[in-house]
């Protein structure tokens, strides 16, 4: 599998500085080599814009959140369907901002993995290691955000299941996680997907990745991506992890 380079803009960019940053990825990706692939997620105002777009060029475009339900009566809600017809091959779920600032529990984010996996977008779910309460442990932490994830792979037979781990001290603001730290909660998450046998992680690191740091990061054993934020709105920085050895 390539390895993924998933840029999460978040909510930092107007749609129209969003199509032009999209076109500079445009110009300056479209010759990648195979073994990198680009996930780019703008906010759903442009995505069927970008999708066009990148029509042509090994890019993918992704969205950053959906609804939990089914097409309906949720006044202000992207059915996972939707997001799929606007041309969105991946979807994130779970981010520590959805859990902490709009308080999406595990439950929630369980349906949304279901909704996007019944619409054939391939769901990233992101995990973090932030606590319920106090007594909860980090092993416990990362069973209870893969549990109901991990029983949806089972029943629909997924050979792959992404998952991003996101240290809540390292998001936003230059801190990246050691190595050795990552690699560790890595062996915990591969050690959980025993309750999805036919399911392989996809094991991917997100938290100030920048130009800087991702030399480094990307010695971290079974990598297979990158979620990038804040350094991807700066394509010159993009550019310089995406080729970065
Ligand atoms: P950051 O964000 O790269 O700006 O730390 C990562 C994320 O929240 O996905």
């Known amino acids: 599998m390539s390895f993924l380079y998933i840029a999460n803009w978040k909510n930092f960019l107007l749609p129209d500085q969003e199509l032009m940053l999209a076109q500079e990825?445009?110009?300056g990706l479209s010759n990648t080599d195979s073994n990198t692939h680009v996930v780019v997620m703008p906010s759903l105002l442009t995505v069927?814009?970008?999708a066009a777009l990148y029509d042509t060029i090994d890019v993918s475009v992704g969205a950053q959140n959906c609804s939990a339900f089914n097409n309906g009566a949720y006044t202000g809600e992207i059915s996972a369907q939707a997001i799929a017809q606007a041309g969105c091959n991946y979807a994130l779920t779970g981010?520590?901002?959805r859990r902490t600032i709009f308080g999406e529990t595990d439950r929630f984010i369980a349906q949304k993995v279901e909704q996007l996996v019944m619409h054939n977008v391939t769901p990233i779910l992101c995990i973090s290691d932030t606590h319920?309460?106090?007594?909860?442990?980090?092993y416990d932490t990362l069973k209870r955000?893969?549990?109901?994830?991990?029983?949806?792979?089972?029943k629909y037979q997924l050979r792959e299941l992404l998952v991003a781990y996101e240290p809540a001290t390292a998001i936003g603001n230059g801190n990246t996680a050691a190595v050795e730290t990552i690699s560790e909660v890595f062996t915990l998450i591969k050690k959980l997907f025993t309750a999805a046998p036919q399911s392989t992680?996809?094991?991917l690191y997100g938290g100030s990745v920048n130009a800087k740091n991702c030399h480094q990061l990307k010695k971290i054993p079974h990598l297979g991506g990158f979620l990038i934020g804040s350094a991807s709105t700066t394509f010159a920085t993009f550019e310089k992890i995406v080729h970065s050895h």
Do not use: C, G, K
Request: proline letters at 7%.
């Open 48 to 50: 069927r814009s970008l």
């Open 145 to 154: 955000q893969l549990e109901l994830p991990l029983a949806i792979a089972h």
């Open 95 to 97: 981010h520590i901002e």
């Open 25 to 27: 990825y445009y110009d």
């Open 201 to 203: 992680p996809v094991l």
């Open 132 to 138: 319920i309460d106090s007594q909860e442990s980090l």
